[in-house]
């Protein structure tokens, strides 16, 4: 099982940028697509953004297109989320999650392990 520690949240006004940090460890990182997912208060967890096991594929939820932009180093077991533009409606708390396979990433409700996440708050 994958251990996951993001970092890299933090207060932001809103049309500023914030670049989200995920360490791996625990499992070959290289041979799994990665995602983003986000937890707002007394929302569900929703899935953000994806990228497959080579980063030559990236995927995202339709409210993040064009602002969000996902990445990964394959060498330091690191995937990135890079944050600009952002809007109040990014507040949440943000966490990565490893996919089951090299380029998909099953739904938040199908996870039993999450890390600690990191809160992204975005002032108006």
């Known amino acids: 099982q994958a251990q996951l520690v993001e970092s890299g949240g933090g207060l932001v006004q809103a049309g500023g940028s914030l670049r989200l940090s995920c360490v791996s460890s625990g499992h070959t990182f290289s041979n799994y697509a990665m995602g983003w997912f986000r937890q707002a208060p007394g929302k569900e967890r929703e899935f953000v953004a994806g990228i497959s096991w080579s980063g030559g594929s990236t995927w995202y939820v339709d409210s993040v297109k064009g602002r969000f932009t996902i990445s990964r180093d394959n060498a330091k077991n690191t995937v990135y989320l890079q944050m600009d533009s952002l809007k109040p409606e990014d507040t949440a708390v943000y966490y990565c999650?490893?996919?089951?396979?090299?380029?998909?990433?099953?739904?938040?409700?199908?996870?039993?392990?999450w890390g600690q996440g990191t809160q992204v708050t975005v002032s108006s």
């Open positions: 999650n490893s996919g089951s396979h090299a380029t998909s990433i099953p739904p938040a409700d199908e996870y039993h392990y």
